[in-house]
């Protein structure tokens, strides 16, 4: 069969899976696209379904810088997008690509991850789907469209890799189906973002055979090889040796998915109406009521509030199961779960100290605000800087020869100072020493010198600011 007529077929397969979202032509559609084949077929195929289709249909390209790896690698990345969706605009009629590339903060990522304690792959993806989710939100209040749409690429083998990782982290039922080829985000004033996925059924071999056809060129992460992380111990080692000593492996865990949304759609039929009241950043509901429930519909309403409490990704089953059994009074990873007066509550715990999560990087001169103050950056012409500190009440506090670029942030568990001995020391330990309250340590600023011969270094604890001592290294 000719190539070309072959690829037409798929870039309509394709478009035709994003109308099956619920898309029509003129809607506001975006693509979050890394440069991977997965990103770049689906944009290809998109863009050149619609023109041909004489679809006069602006696409908006967010592409994101993370900055965890090196700049050649991650803004060569972001370069290859930018310069492939130039390339392509010269070849479509009707349809205009507009790319923009998104720059996360250097040690955004990091950060992030210290504060969730998720794993910095989890991090990148929160903050990419906050970067999307701005954009978006832009586009939206500049136009009459009540629905945008943006179209990721993940596909079949990512469906698989999700599942095997959900089964082997214990994920609640809910999760049990996968990726999903829809989720939507309501938004005020009736607005809502669709996060769609048309490739979802696409195996990764058919994406780059596709690729492969046409001579697109698409860019690989280094870091896919690297085992450090989950996901790629399983694509890298376990799938090969379910390839070679299970046939028909991956058939069987596509339909155990595909089984499990629709005995999660009966559930969530089955406890319609039944709703957690929310009152002062408490849920509740009656206590009775809950317990007249099956086994399963509690477990998903107590997965649900958590969810909406904290954000919590990986709570262990074995405390979802205890409040289903009737164990109400008990406190998990941030979440309290308590029977009071005739109400079963789920709230936040509190705590004493928590990360309180400040951070950013200075890189010129300039106002930096933050909730408990101001932060004044002058240059100097040795090249370095002097700092001021200005608080809520109006106390000055000074550090003089700050290399920039710098940040200045709050402390992650991992910290270390040099000591005079120049041997190391944790900033947990430090501000112990400082006799820090605890409820001030988790604002004492840190700043981490990130100039080229800066290694990362931290080179102050800010103590003073709050009325305790400088570890000035």
């Not at 005739?342 to 951070?359: C, D, E, R």
Request: with cysteine; glycine share 6%.
């Amino acid at each position: 069969m000719n190539d070309n007529l072959c690829c037409n077929t798929f870039n309509f397969l394709v478009l035709n899976r994003l109308y099956e979202t619920g898309f029509s032509d003129c809607q506001i559609l975006c693509l979050g696209v890394s440069g991977g084949a997965d990103s770049i077929c689906l944009l290809t195929a998109i863009a050149n379904a619609l023109d041909e289709k004489k679809v006069k249909q602006p696409i908006y390209v967010f592409t994101v810088d993370h900055k965890i790896r090196s700049k050649e690698e991650s803004g060569g990345d972001c370069d290859f997008v930018k310069n492939y969706c130039d390339s392509l605009n010269q070849k479509l009629h009707y349809v205009k690509i507009i790319c923009e590339v998104c720059e996360l903060k250097k040690g955004q990522v990091l950060h992030e991850a210290e504060i969730r304690n998720r794993g910095i792959e989890e991090a990148a993806r929160y903050l990419r789907y906050k970067v999307f989710e701005n954009k978006i939100l832009l586009l939206l209040n500049s136009s009459e469209n009540k629905k945008a749409f943006i179209a990721l690429a993940h596909n079949e083998n990512d469906q698989v890799e999700t599942l095997i990782m959900r089964f082997l982290s214990g994920s609640d039922s809910g999760a049990r189906g996968g990726i999903q080829v829809k989720r939507t985000v309501l938004l005020e004033n009736d607005k809502e973002i669709n996060y769609v996925r048309p490739l979802l059924k696409v195996s990764r071999k058919e994406i780059e055979e596709y690729l492969t056809q046409q001579n697109i060129l698409w860019r690989t992460d280094a870091t896919n090889s690297n085992n450090d992380y989950l996901r790629n111990k399983i694509r890298n080692s376990i799938i090969p040796v379910l390839d070679k000593n299970v046939p028909g492996w991956k058939t069987g865990v596509l339909s155990g998915s595909e089984k499990a949304n629709f005995e999660n759609s009966f559930l969530e039929k089955s406890i319609e109406g039944i709703e957690w009241q929310t009152e002062n950043g408490c849920l509740f509901m009656n206590q009775k009521d809950f317990e007249c429930l099956d086994f399963v519909q509690k477990e998903r309403l107590v997965y649900r509030a958590i969810n909406q409490i904290c954000d919590v990704n990986r709570m262990p089953f074995s405390f979802v199961k205890a409040v289903c059994n009737g164990e109400y009074n008990i406190c998990k990873n941030g979440v309290e779960i308590t029977a009071e007066q005739g109400l079963l509550k789920v709230k936040k715990s509190k705590k004493k100290a928590t990360i309180y999560g400040f951070f950013d990087i200075i890189e010129k001169d300039g106002l930096y605000d933050f909730d408990f103050g101001s932060l004044i950056v002058k240059s100097c012409k040795s090249g370095l800087a002097e700092l001021e500190f200005v608080t809520k009440d109006g106390q000055n506090y000074y550090l003089n020869k700050v290399p920039v670029p710098f940040s200045f942030r709050s402390r992650q568990l991992s910290d270390w100072v040099y000591t005079k001995s120049k041997s190391k020391k944790s900033v947990s330990d430090v501000l112990s020493d400082f006799k820090i309250d605890a409820d001030h340590k988790n604002l004492i600023p840190v700043i981490e010198d990130l100039s080229e011969n800066g290694k990362k270094n931290i080179i102050a604890v800010w103590g003073n600011i709050f009325g305790y001592k400088n570890w000035i290294v």
